[in-house]
């Protein structure tokens, strides 16, 4: 009996100490960074430093490199913040889990030996989506409200003159939909964990720039982009083209800052809120257009279609939408008017192809033949 408590007394010890056991360390320090345990205890990042699962890591006007122990490194750059959920790695198999989350700031990520072998069991989150990685490197940019900006970079190894790069793919997904970027400067944007990622977009970098080099705030081309989309949506939803109107022209108070950077000369404590013009502009032309909406009932059809046999009705909050070929073949599909939909269907030899319900960015593919 004395003997067994001893050894239960003996394997708790030892357990405690593997979960509280150093699981990486920072490489490189350059300003200041606070390191947070969970049981409350705070000291400044320096070269050297253990982390820990469940460590905070917070940087201020300075930028920490931290590498685990399966050789994942994860940049943070200035004014941000890591959390280490949860790190477990067996050496002897390269497998394990690993888990991080970042909440604000710009963190740059390079798969380890643990994405390489389980990266099933890798999970990196923002506060809008989770990033399923595959055995390459990306950047996280989250601003203040919580939207995630993802850019899929190149793994590159070597001196620089002579640098060996691979691409690999990564998944971003929210609650509701889920985007692959597969090329290099590829990027998306996730503004909620309740709304789609936006369709990729791909960058203009150019290749010098690949080596050494950490994103520190979201690039122009990104909002560029995503503005594009809305803009698409907003007139596919309308029905009209709003590059007729010349105002979405002009260049509204463009401030282009330097995208990438290698050195901390930046007061990144200085913060630029512009206002979004172009949304203020489509908001203006929405309103105009209003009378438009009642008249195409929002640009979408309602009732049976004599020509199709599509039927469609509002029963808000959704959509029932079906059609009965009156040759057995008959179907119905309720969807949430909150989002978009692509519906493509077949019943014998009845086909239609790109049915939109709003910004169609959930495919649905049904296929009846007897």
Known sequence: MYRSVVTTLLFMTIFANLAYANIGEVIEQVGDTVIERKAGDKFSSEEGSGVESYDTIRTKKGKTAIQFLDETRVDVTQNSKLIIDEFVYDPNTSTGKLSLKASFGTVRYASGQIAKNSRQDVK???????????GTDFSMTIDETGSSTIILLPS???????????????????DVGMVILNQAFQATVVETAKSNPFKPMLLDIDETLINNLMIIRKPVEIDDEVERQRAQKLADFLGFDFLEFEELNTDYLRV????WMTDLDVDFLEQNFLADVLDLINMQLARLMRGALDSRNQGIQLGKDPETGIELYNQAPDWVIRRDDGLGNFFELRLNQQYGYNVNMQQNDFEFRDYQLGDGQNEIDIKQVQ
């Not at 990196?124 to 990685?133: F, M, N, S």
């Not at 282009?256 to 995208?259: E, I, P, S």
């Open 256 to 259: 282009r800052k330097d995208v």
């Open 156 to 174: 590159c190894t070597g001196d620089g003159k002579t640098a060996i790069c691979v691409v690999g793919e990564i998944s971003v997904e929210s």
């Open 124 to 134: 990196i989150k923002t506060p809008t989506a989770v990033i399923g990685v595959r």
